[in-house]
């Protein structure tokens, strides 16, 4: 059964870096497209990043770019956002997905609608 398990949220001061972690069993993430989502409380879900299966190319949501790394580890079977330089907007909960038979594309990494397995999610919050 596959599982995906987010870790590393918590809460920090602006400013502030924070590192999350998705592991997988059941699955060998190197061979997918996975992409970090985040979600505030009476919002839609939004595409953070994603790192695609094919060639390990990499797209970020405009509020993040610069200031977020994903990367992934294969021989951990972990994919990693490295947040840095955090801002209040970006409290929400942190979920990573897996696209089981995509490539990634700028037009369409972002769409929740294309992912087919969730973590559960890790809180993310920035506050003074």
């Known amino acids: 059964q596959v599982q995906l398990v987010e870790s590393g949220g918590g809460l920090v001061q602006p400013g502030s870096s924070l590192r999350l972690s998705c592991a997988a069993s059941?699955?060998?993430?190197?061979?997918?497209?996975i992409t970090w989502f985040r979600q505030v409380p009476g919002k839609v879900r939004e595409g953070v990043s994603c790192?695609?299966?094919?060639?390990?190319?990499?797209y970020y949501a405009d509020s993040v770019k610069g200031r977020f790394t994903i990367s992934r580890d294969n021989a951990k079977n972990t994919v990693y956002l490295q947040m840095n330089n955090l801002e209040p907007g970006d409290t929400a909960l942190y979920y990573c997905?897996?696209?089981?038979?995509?490539?990634?594309?700028?037009?369409?990494?972002?769409?929740?609608?294309?992912?087919?397995?969730w973590g559960q999610g890790t809180q993310v919050t920035v506050s003074s």
């Open positions: 059941a699955l060998s993430l190197s061979s997918y497209t």
């Open positions: 997905a897996v696209d089981q038979f995509r490539d990634a594309s700028n037009t369409r990494w972002y769409d929740p609608v294309n992912y087919d397995y």
């Open positions: 790192i695609s299966r094919v060639d390990g190319v990499t």
